[in-house]
């Protein structure tokens, strides 16, 4: 779990799984690394930092990028 994750961060070695849409209307290609009902937890395109994110009132979709 940890280890390879945070491995694949450092390296910047994983691929982006999600779109999502902002209130604001910013679209983000992100790699979502988990969700709860109030906050989701990813890191965006050439970062190696994880972002917290609420979900209420931040978020108008978050979309599966086909594989």
């Known amino acids: 779990g940890g280890i ?3 491995t694949k961060l450092d ?3 994983f ?3 999600h779109k999502m ?3 604001n209307m910013e679209e983000q ?3 979502l ?3 709860n009902s109030s906050y989701l937890f990813f ?3 050439e970062d190696t930092k994880v972002r917290v994110a609420p ?3 931040n978020l108008r979709y978050l979309q599966e990028i086909a594989r």
């Open 29 to 31: 290609e992100i790699k």
């Open 21 to 23: 849409l902002l209130n």
């Open 55 to 57: 979900v209420d009132g």
């Open 43 to 45: 890191v965006r395109a």
């Open 15 to 17: 691929k982006m799984s």
């Open 4 to 6: 390879k994750a945070r």
């Open 33 to 35: 690394l988990g969700k």
């Open 11 to 13: 390296n910047l070695s």
